[in-house]
């Protein structure tokens, strides 16, 4: 063992090849028992839990920090308590701030690496008071911190431990001479910038602290230090291949015996002596396998015994059998190939950040089982121990990525530029990121939920990623090994096992695997998850069933980042970067899961459920779909029968004309169309106001994420201002009776005259040239029977429409995609709810396949995006019932959505919590609308088939039928 460095130094903050002084090396995360019985009783008697309440007083600067707080005496007076694990900037010490790709302090100061800010680095001064268990007393002592943000340096009891960086993985101490059975005063100087801070840019809020648990562990006189188990399993034969190592450390280790147990049944058992505990390979038959969603696990036993076996130690461990390999360019587990139905996840909580608890972990466990994820990749660092666990038990794959990312060495204002790219090849940065990798492996290596090692993210690549690959490879063959970042340059190919992908179109997906694949694709990131998005997911899917090789990824990503935040002594919302005053910050791009902060799963869950299904049960789902909607047509063609056209023997309607306006009565309704208004001014259904104007064309929708991520709001704003200013410029009236048609001129005053009894219907046209130029035409036409029954007719003309249009219709073809095209309303007064027939939940064009068909209610609200957007839509609906109004589909069904804001009103807001008040609730009924993409949030369009041209013409009819009081 090296020499213990007993004086630290502020310099090794800007030194990349000083990242640990007086660490112990890694080693798995086992647990272990003193004696049998603290075993069989699941309790860790040589464990001491440090969390709690700890005292701490923050530094802006290194230059300000309380220097000697480690000495023995010093007054702790001015310290505040502060919980551990916990944030410090969610104790109210320093600065919140989120930023993806830019380095926090852009901006401020001109750093290149491993340069500090020296004037802005904060320091918090921890210091915890404890007394040594009795357990612990008398015996070797350590201290494990398992997650310090972002560098430590460590005393105690006036004496200095050690230092250490690396956010995510365990720093542990010996602490053996320090310790004392009492009185002891642990003192951790906490940096929130390091040279560390230079390959730890992860798209994440920024934050510091003793985030993850802190506790000592004692070891007896006969340890297992590090323990590797590999356990293989043979798909033609159904036999596993269990072997072993163990380093055994103490003076009186003379054996260790082994069982391994499939429940009570012991399976196989040996001895070896301790200081060679290097097991031969043991075959066993009949052995189920671990397996996605079908985890068996056999328990591994340890014992170590003295000379005369007395147990010293207990060590248990659940061993999973698996063969993860490549043949024929597709990844195999256990001789079949594996369909990743993964998603990148952050470890997140909306009060705590990145310490989160058991009980997080758990639900997260659970969602993902429901919605059939069965995969995940811990962007962008070694998650907590318990995850890995979690996942061995669940059958949940993990693809195990290293504490590694300089996304802003190499990209720069959205273009790769690597001038001052590292680690790239700088031998300075190669012991530094090895350690990660080591850290990483040593210490999840044995769970068997591990296929692949990952190399970090988004860091290009050089010959220090290279040897990071080499050693996964080395000292690990049964996973692959995983780095993206060979995309940028080729020549790097050969150090990892998959092609892996960022965001590419199915295109360019295609293109890979029509040439010749030389790897297996697995995406492991890809439909970015931002506000409403997720949509053209089946493209990607169709893929994986065309293609072997193609075997699916990593959605991005599981959950929305956001703060519960109480804000100018405002009630407590959710926010995101930027709200806290943080600059640099990417603001809401913090906010692009699947699921809201509160774990709440998003409407594109859905979504992801159906594709994440096995092929057959998608076809059986399909098949009763189908028949649930033509139930829902059959229901809604039925309502629609009960308003028919009159008979000879039936009803005529009462017709009045006046100056300004057309009034309709029948029993039960009254209807007020306006002839300059463009539409009915009133609908009255038993004695009740339906309207609160007029409705008009809409041709906008508030823009998604995605939507302006491609600029799209910027080329079809024509749209926006047609939407709110176009104005109907005629209205032509006509009146049906039995065997005559009479036209109403609108203009012609002196016509005005009582109706005639026999009018069985009425139809008014009205058209609204577009506000755009050029200018195109819009017609809504309402027919009204005498049963109330309206039918809505609208019909765009796109290029061939509008007066303009005619007279240059060369420049007619300028007109851009529609957002959305249909008819807007507004009700009297604000609704609470409103049912409807069709698909369940928020659908899209692109979005659409996991919903299902039937009747369905829901309250009158905004789906709850962190920025407010186009939200609520449901595809494909036969009907619909909102107040006392029902719309029911004409030749196919619509889009509808009920929401109590407009389009305008939701663009406008950058918080939910921004909205204005709603008195009114807006209804659209919509022929075509755009659909919400989702390949990424700062490029790529929607896909070609879910956009609406602005050039063609769109026609589409519906009915509003009074929904009298039964």
């Known amino acids: 063992m090296a020499q213990k460095v007993s004086t630290p130094s502020l310099s090794w903050l800007e030194d990349p090849t000083v990242f640990q002084v007086n660490r112990l090396d890694a080693h798995s995360d086992h647990p272990y028992y003193l004696d049998t019985a603290s075993y069989e009783a699941g309790v860790q008697t040589l464990k001491q839990s440090l969390n709690g309440q700890w005292q701490v007083t923050w530094s802006e600067n290194p230059a300000l920090r309380p220097a000697d707080f480690w000495q023995e005496g010093y007054d702790l007076s001015a310290f505040r308590p502060i919980p551990v694990p916990s944030h410090l900037e969610l104790n109210g010490y320093g600065q919140i701030q989120y930023t993806n790709t830019a380095y926090p302090w852009d901006g401020h100061a001109f750093l290149r690496p491993p340069q500090v800010d020296w004037e802005h680095d904060p320091v918090a001064s921890y210091v915890k008071e404890f007394d040594l268990d009795a357990p612990l007393l008398g015996k070797r002592v350590c201290i494990s911190f398992q997650g310090a943000e972002q560098a430590i340096y460590v005393w105690l009891n006036g004496q200095f431990i050690g230092y250490g960086e690396d956010s995510f993985t365990p720093s542990d101490f010996d602490i053996t001479?320090?310790?004392?059975?009492?009185?002891?005063?642990?003192?951790?100087?906490?940096?929130?910038?390091?040279?560390?801070?230079?390959?730890?840019d992860q798209d994440f809020f920024r934050f510091s602290g003793l985030f993850r648990e802190v506790f000592l562990?004692?070891?007896?006189?006969?340890?297992?230090?590090?323990?590797?188990?590999?356990?293989?399993?043979?798909?033609?034969?159904?036999?596993?291949?269990l072997s072993f190592a163990a380093e055994v450390s103490g003076s009186r280790a003379a054996i260790l015996s082994w069982q391994l147990l499939d429940g009570e049944q012991v399976l196989a058992a040996g001895a070896l002596p301790a200081d060679a505990c290097t097991s031969r390979p043991v075959t066993l038959n009949q052995i189920q396998p671990w397996d996605v969603g079908q985890p068996k696990l056999y328990r591994l036993l340890l014992q170590v015994l003295d000379d005369e076996g007395q147990v010293l130690e207990v060590v248990p461990w659940d061993v999973g059998f698996r063969r993860f390999e490549i043949q024929n360019n597709v990844m195999l587990l256990n001789g079949k190939r594996l369909l990743v139905n993964g998603v990148d996840r952050h470890e997140w909580h909306p009060r705590t950040g990145r310490a989160i608890s058991p009980a997080e972990m758990e639900k997260d466990i659970q969602i993902?089982?429901?919605n059939g994820i069965n995969a995940v990749r811990t962007s962008h660092y070694p998650n907590q121990s318990l995850w890995y666990t979690l996942c061995d038990r669940a059958g949940i794959c993990v693809m195990d990525e290293t504490n590694m990312e300089s996304h802003g060495t190499c990209m720069k204002l959205g273009i790769t530029e690597t001038s001052w790219n590292i680690p790239g090849s700088d031998p300075a940065w190669l012991p530094c990121c090895l350690d990660r990798a080591k850290s990483m492996y040593q210490r999840d290596k044995n769970h068997p939920s591990i296929l692949w090692w990952s190399a970090g993210n988004e860091s290009h690549v050089g010959t220090v990623i290279q040897q990071m690959c080499d050693y996964f490879h080395a000292v690990d063959p049964t996973r692959l090994v995983h780095y993206e970042g060979v995309f940028y340059d080729r020549s790097f190919d050969f150090i990892t096992d998959i092609e892996s992908r960022m965001y590419?179109?199915?295109?360019?997906?295609?293109?890979?695997?029509?040439?010749?694949?030389?790897?297996?694709?697995?995406?492991?990131?890809y439909m970015h998850s931002m506000g409403n998005s997720v949509g053209g997911l089946e493209s990607y899917m169709k893929l994986r069933e065309e293609f072997p090789s193609f075997q699916g990824g990593f959605l991005w990503d599981f959950i929305d980042q956001a703060l519960y935040w109480s804000k100018d002594d405002q009630s407590e919302r959710l926010l995101y970067g930027g709200d806290f005053g943080d600059r640099p910050s990417d603001y809401a791009f913090c906010a692009n899961g699947l699921l809201f902060?509160?774990?709440?799963?998003?409407p594109a869950m859905e979504?992801?459920?159906?594709?994440?299904?096995?092929?057959?049960e998608r076809a059986t789902f399909d098949h009763a779909n189908a028949q649930r909607r033509q139930d829902c047509r059959s229901s809604a063609l039925r309502e629609l029968e009960q308003f028919s056209?009159?008979?000879?023997?039936?009803?005529?309607?009462?017709?009045?004309?006046?100056?300004?306006?057309?009034?309709?009565?029948?029993?039960?309704?009254?209807?007020?169309?306006?002839?300059?208004?463009?539409?009915?001014?009133?609908?009255?259904?038993?004695?009740?106001?339906?309207?609160?104007?007029?409705?008009?064309?809409?041709?906008?929708?508030?823009?998604?994420?995605?939507d302006l991520g491609c600029?799209?709001?910027?080329?079809?704003?024509?749209?926006?201002?047609?939407?709110?200013?176009?104005?109907?410029?005629?209205?032509?009236?006509?009146?049906?009776?039995?065997?005559?048609?009479?036209?109403?001129?609108?203009?012609?005053?002196?016509?005005?005259?009582?109706?005639?009894?026999?009018?069985?219907?009425?139809?008014?046209?009205?058209?609204?040239?577009?506000?755009?130029?050029?200018?195109?035409?819009?017609?809504?036409?309402?027919?009204?029977?005498?049963?109330?029954?309206?039918?809505?007719?609208?019909?765009?003309?796109?290029?061939?429409?509008?007066?303009?249009?005619?007279?240059?219709?060369?420049r007619a073809q300028g007109l851009p995609e529609l957002p959305a095209f249909g008819l807007e309303l507004l009700s009297a007064k604000r609704l609470d709810n409103y049912r409807w027939d069709g698909l369940s939940g928020e659908t899209y064009p692109d979005r659409y396949k996991g919903a299902q068909f039937g009747s369905h209610e829901a309250a009158v609200s905004a789906t709850p995006y962190l920025v407010p957007q186009e939200c609520g839509n449901h595809k494909d609906t036969y009907r619909l019932r909102a107040g006392e109004l029902t719309f029911l589909c004409g030749e196919r069904p619509f889009h509808c959505s009920v929401l109590p804001y407009t389009q305008h009103q939701l663009a406008a807001a950058a918080h939910q919590e921004e909205l204005p008040e709603s008195s009114r609730t807006v209804i659209r009924i919509l022929g075509a609308l755009r659909g919400v993409g989702g390949i990424d949030s700062w490029r790529s369009d929607v896909e070609e088939p879910y956009r609406v041209s602005g050039e063609e013409e769109i026609r589409f009819s519906f009915y509003i039928v009074p929904a009298f009081e039964t």
Request: overall charge negative.
């Open 368 to 370: 993902m089982r429901r």
């Open 504 to 525: 590419p179109t199915p295109a360019d997906v295609r293109a890979y695997l029509e040439n010749d694949p030389p790897k297996p694709m697995c995406l492991c990131e």
């Open 711 to 810: 600029n799209f709001p910027a080329r079809s704003a024509a749209w926006m201002g047609a939407d709110r200013y176009s104005v109907a410029t005629t209205c032509e009236v006509q009146e049906f009776g039995d065997g005559f048609t009479e036209t109403l001129d609108t203009l012609d005053f002196a016509q005005r005259r009582p109706a005639r009894e026999d009018i069985r219907e009425v139809e008014i046209r009205y058209t609204w040239p577009t506000a755009t130029t050029p200018e195109t035409l819009v017609t809504v036409t309402y027919r009204v029977n005498a049963w109330g029954r309206i039918k809505v007719s609208m019909d765009y003309q796109g290029a061939q429409g509008g007066t303009k249009c005619r007279k240059y219709p060369l």
């Open 177 to 200: 001479d320090a310790v004392r059975p009492s009185g002891n005063r642990l003192c951790v100087e906490l940096y929130k910038r390091s040279s560390a801070a230079w390959i730890e």
């Open 217 to 241: 562990y004692a070891k007896p006189q006969g340890h297992v230090e590090d323990l590797t188990v590999r356990a293989d399993y043979d798909p033609e034969t159904g036999t596993g291949t």
């Open 607 to 616: 979504e992801v459920r159906y594709w994440y299904l096995r092929e057959e």
């Open 645 to 706: 056209d009159a008979t000879d023997s039936g009803p005529c309607l009462q017709v009045i004309h006046t100056d300004y306006n057309l009034g309709l009565y029948g029993a039960g309704f009254h209807y007020v169309f306006s002839f300059d208004k463009g539409g009915p001014v009133s609908l009255m259904v038993d004695g009740q106001e339906q309207l609160y104007r007029a409705p008009r064309p809409t041709f906008w929708r508030a823009p998604t994420e995605n």
């Open 597 to 602: 902060a509160d774990r709440t799963e998003k």
